[in-house]
C-alpha cells in the first residue's frame, strides 16, 4: 500500500500543528464558535449528542496492521474502547475530549493517517471497492487513482469553502462495490473502442434528503486529464453551486436545475482552459502504481486438499466461506469479509481487542493489510485457501465470523438517536431487534441476498433509500416513527427505493420486516433475490401483506 | 486601518467609497456596479482605482477593464463563501492580474493561508486585532500537494 514520503509526512504533522493552536486560541477565546466549527469540522470533529466525535479517514479504505493497532491504542487511550466503521470507509470516535483531539491526530500522524476533510464542506475522503486489486472482474487497479485524487484533494486551497460537503468515488471492476453513481463524482475506469483504459466521469448523484442517480457528463475521460477534469467540475460548483438554503447546495441540485447539457457546457469550457496545465504525466502514474503492486502470493495449487475437505466436515466453515468470502483473482487465495455485524453489537462497531486481534490476524494472513468496506465490514483481501480454516476459528472465537455478509442481518446503520444530535429516530435499538427476529440461521439464508439500509433521520447517512429495504426514522410529535421504502439499490442497476406506504409505529417495524420477507419467500421465483422478485411485482403485493 | 500587503502589517492608504459616497481623491475603491456605471467620467479620475467584488460577482465582467484597474477587492459578507478563492485563482492565473488582490471583510485570520495560495496577497479584515495572527498562519504549511498561483 502506498507509504508516505517526506512531503505527506511534513504536510500532516504542520496540518497537527496548525490544529493545536487553533484548538488552543479557541479555548482562549481568541477563535469565535463559528469559526472553530467550520475548522474543527476540517479536522474531522463534530460535536454530537453527547460528547465530541471524531472521524478518521480510511483513504480509500485501506488501512496497515499497524494503523490498525493505533486504532485501538486511541479507542482505549482516549475514548470508551471502540471505533465504528462508517459507510464511507472512515474510522469513528464517539467519545473524545475535544481538548484531546490535537494529541489524537499526533497519534495518527505517526503512522501516516489524518482526520483531514473528514467532514465540513469540502473534498471529502475518497472511496473505492473493498475488493480493489483482488477481484475477478476488475478492469484496473483503483487505487492510485483514489490516491493521486487523494493528494489533490488534501488542503486544496481553492476548494475549502464549497456550498456543501463533496465526495467522489472511484470504481474498477464490472460490479460497482463502491455506490458510485451515488458520488457528487462517480469515476469508471473503462475501455474505450480502441482498448486504451479511462474514465467515465458521472456527477451529480448523491443520497440523503434527495437521492439522486448521478449523470454522465464524458463518456470517456483521458487519464492525464483526471485531476484537470475534477477542477473544472470543481470550480464550476465553487462559483455557481446554490449558497442560499443547504438543503439545496450539493452538486446535485444544480446539475438538475442547470440540466446536464448545461453543466457539461459549464465544464468543457472550463477544462479545455486548465486541461493543458494540469496533466498528470505517465509517470507519476505509475510511480503511483507501484506502490500498489500486489503481494508476493506464493505459487500454490489452484485447489487445497485441506481446504476442501475441511469445507466437507464443517457445514459451518462451508456456510461462513459461502457468504463471508469471495473469489481472488489468484486462485489459491480468497478475499475474507470479517464481519462487523454480530446481533449482539451495533452495526459496524469494532472493540479495542477486536481490532488488535484483527491486526494481527492480517499480519499473519492477508500481508498486514485490512480494508473497510462501505456496508460497515471488514476485509483481509489475501488469504491462502490453506489458511482459511484456522483464520475462521480465530474470528469465531472474536465474535467477527457470524456468516451473514449480503444477508438481511448485514445491515448498514447510522447511529441514530443514541449518538447523533441529528437523528430523529433510533437505529441501533431497531437493527438488534432484527437481527434477534431473524437469528435462525437456516432462515437467514434461505432469504439470501439483501440489503438492509436503516438511517435514524433523512439525512441518510445510511444510505436508506438504496437498500433493497430501507428504513427511515422521522419523528412525529416527539414519537418515533419508520418509513420503508423497497427496491432500492445502488450497484450497477442503481435505483431508489419506493415508499411501502405510510410509516410504521417502533414497536411493529420488526414485525412488518417479518411480513415483508414472509412476501417474498411466497412469490419468489427459481433463485430470485430479494430485490428482483420486488422488481417484478411490484411493491403492491407487500403494501397489502403490511397493512 | 492597518491591514495585511505582501506579508507585512501597513497602513490602508485606500478610500472605500460606498454606492451613496461621493468620489473622493486619490486611491479609492467602488464596487463593480458603480464603476460600470461611471466608467468613463472616472476615466479623468487622479489616483489608483480599485473595484470590489461581492462573491455573486461575474470575474469574466471586469476581464477588458483590468488594464485601469490597480486593485481588486475580494468582499467576504460571510467567511464561508468560498466564491472569492475562484475569483483570485482566475484573477492570477487566468487573467493575469499583476496588482494588489485584497480579501475585505468577514473572514477568518485562519483562511489567510489558503487565500495566499490562490493569488491573494493584502488582507483586510473586520477585527484588524487578528492581523498578527493572519500573519503568523501564513507559515502554517512548508509543502503542499497543488500548484500555487502566486
Known amino acids: 500500500m502506498y507509504q508516505y514520503t517526506e512531503t505527506d509526512q511534513t504536510l500532516i504533522d504542520e496540518r497537527v500543528n496548525q490544529y493545536k493552536r487553533q484548538t488552543k486560541r479557541y479555548l482562549q477565546g481568541e477563535i469565535g464558535e463559528d469559526e472553530f466549527r467550520a475548522l474543527r469540522l476540517m479536522n474531522g470533529l463534530y460535536i454530537q449528542t453527547h460528547a465530541p466525535m471524531l472521524r478518521v479517514a480510511g483513504p480509500y479504505g485501506l488501512i496497515s496492521s499497524k494503523q490498525l493497532r493505533m486504532l485501538a491504542h486511541i479507542s482505549r487511550k482516549y475514548d470508551k474502547c471502540y471505533a465504528h466503521i462508517t459507510t464511507r470507509q472512515n474510522i469513528q470516535f464517539n467519545w473524545p475530549e475535544l481538548e484531546n483531539v490535537p494529541d489524537i491526530l499526533a497519534d495518527l500522524a505517526s503512522v501516516q493517517m489524518h482526520a483531514i476533510q473528514t467532514s465540513g464542506n469540502c473534498l471529502r475522503n475518497t472511496t473505492t471497492d473493498p475488493l480493489a486489486g483482488v477481484c475477478i472482474d476488475e ?143 505517465e509517470d507519476r502514474i505509475s510511480s503511483i502504481q507501484a506502490e500498489f503492486k500486489p503481494p508476493l502470493y506464493e505459487t500454490l495449487a489452484k485447489q487445497d486438499a485441506g481446504f476442501e475437505s475441511s469445507k466437507t466436515e464443517s457445514s459451518a466453515f462451508n456456510t461462513w466461506i459461502n457468504l463471508n468470502t469471495v473469489t481472488h483473482k489468484i486462485s489459491a487465495y480468497r478475499a475474507v469479509y470479517v464481519s462487523l455485524k454480530a446481533s449482539n453489537s451495533p452495526p459496524g462497531d469494532i472493540t479495542d481487542k477486536q481490532l488488535d486481534a484483527v491486526a494481527e490476524l492480517a499480519d499473519q494472513y492477508s500481508f498486514g493489510e485490512i480494508r473497510t468496506t462501505h456496508r460497515q465490514n471488514l476485509v483481509l483481501a489475501d488469504v491462502k485457501q490453506a489458511d482459511l480454516f484456522a483464520l475462521w476459528q480465530k474470528l469465531d472465537r472474536l465474535s467477527l465470523a457470524t456468516p451473514n455478509i449480503g444477508t438481511a442481518t448485514d445491515m448498514i446503520c447510522c447511529p441514530g438517536l443514541d449518538f447523533c444530535a441529528l437523528a430523529n429516530a433510533g437505529s441501533i435499538g431497531i437493527a438488534k431487534e432484527i437481527n434477534e427476529a431473524l437469528d435462525d440461521i437456516d432462515y437467514l439464508h434461505d432469504i439470501g441476498e439483501l440489503k438492509i439500509n436503516m438511517s435514524g433521520c433523512m439525512n441518510g447517512c445510511a444510505h436508506q433509500s438504496v437498500g433493497h429495504i430501507g428504513i427511515l426514522g422521522v419523528d412525529k410529535k416527539g414519537v418515533e416513527w419508520y418509513q420503508v421504502t423497497l427496491g432500492g439499490s445502488s450497484e450497477n442497476d442503481a435505483a431508489l427505493g419506493k415508499r411501502l406506504g405510510p410509516a410504521i409505529a417502533k414497536n411493529k417495524i420488526t414485525q412488518t420486516i417479518e411480513t415483508i420477507l414472509g412476501v417474498y419467500i411466497k412469490q419468489r421465483q427459481d433463485n430470485e433475490i430479494f430485490l428482483d422478485t420486488v422488481n417484478r411485482i411490484g411493491v403492491s403485493p407487500f403494501k397489502e401483506a403490511v397493512y | 486601518m492597518k491591514i495585511i500587503k505582501d506579508k507585512k502589517i501597513i497602513e490602508d492608504n485606500w478610500s472605500h467609497i460606498t454606492d451613496d459616497d461621493a468620489i473622493s481623491l486619490g486611491n479609492i475603491t467602488i464596487s463593480l456596479s458603480r464603476w460600470n456605471d461611471e466608467k468613463s467620467s472616472l476615466s479623468s479620475h487622479t489616483g489608483k482605482i480599485g473595484i470590489r467584488l461581492a462573491p455573486s460577482d461575474i470575474i469574466e465582467d471586469i476581464s477588458d477593464d483590468l488594464n485601469k484597474i490597480s486593485l481588486i477587492g475580494l468582499e467576504f459578507p460571510a467567511f464561508t463563501d468560498g466564491r472569492s478563492f475562484s475569483h483570485a485563482r482566475l484573477l492570477r492565473s487566468r487573467y493575469d492580474f499583476k496588482d494588489e488582490i485584497r480579501a475585505m471583510g468577514n473572514f477568518m485570520p485562519d483562511q489567510v493561508f489558503y487565500l495566499s495560495r490562490v493569488g491573494v496577497n493584502a488582507f483586510q479584515l473586520n477585527n484588524s486585532d487578528q492581523l498578527e495572527a493572519a500573519l503568523s498562519t501564513m507559515n502554517d504549511f512548508t509543502v503542499q500537494y497543488q500548484a500555487s498561483t502566486s
Open chain 1, 139 to 281: 478492469i484496473e487497479d483503483p487505487r492510485p487513482y483514489c490516491e493521486i485524487i487523494r493528494q489533490w484533494t488534501i488542503l486544496h486551497p481553492e476548494f475549502a469553502y464549497l456550498p456543501r460537503k463533496f465526495k467522489i468515488a472511484v470504481s474498477g471492476s464490472e460490479q460497482d462495490r463502491a455506490a458510485t453513481q451515488f458520488h457528487d463524482i462517480g469515476l469508471y475506469l473503462v475501455k474505450n473502442e480502441t482498448g486504451k483504459t479511462g474514465f467515465k466521469v458521472l456527477v451529480g448523484g448523491g443520497l440523503g434528503r434527495t437521492p439522486i442517480i448521478g449523470k454522465i457528463i464524458r463518456p470517456f475521460l483521458e487519464k492525464q486529464h483526471l485531476l484537470s477534469y475534477l477542477e473544472a467540475i470543481l470550480r464550476v460548483y465553487n462559483l455557481k453551486g446554490r449558497r442560499d438554503n443547504k438543503y439545496k447546495s450539493r452538486i446535485k441540485i444544480l446539475v438538475r436545475e442547470s440540466g446536464i447539457e448545461q453543466m457539461s457546457k459549464w465544464v468543457e469550457t472550463e477544462w479545455l482552459q486548465i486541461k493543458d496545465g494540469m496533466e498528470v504525466s
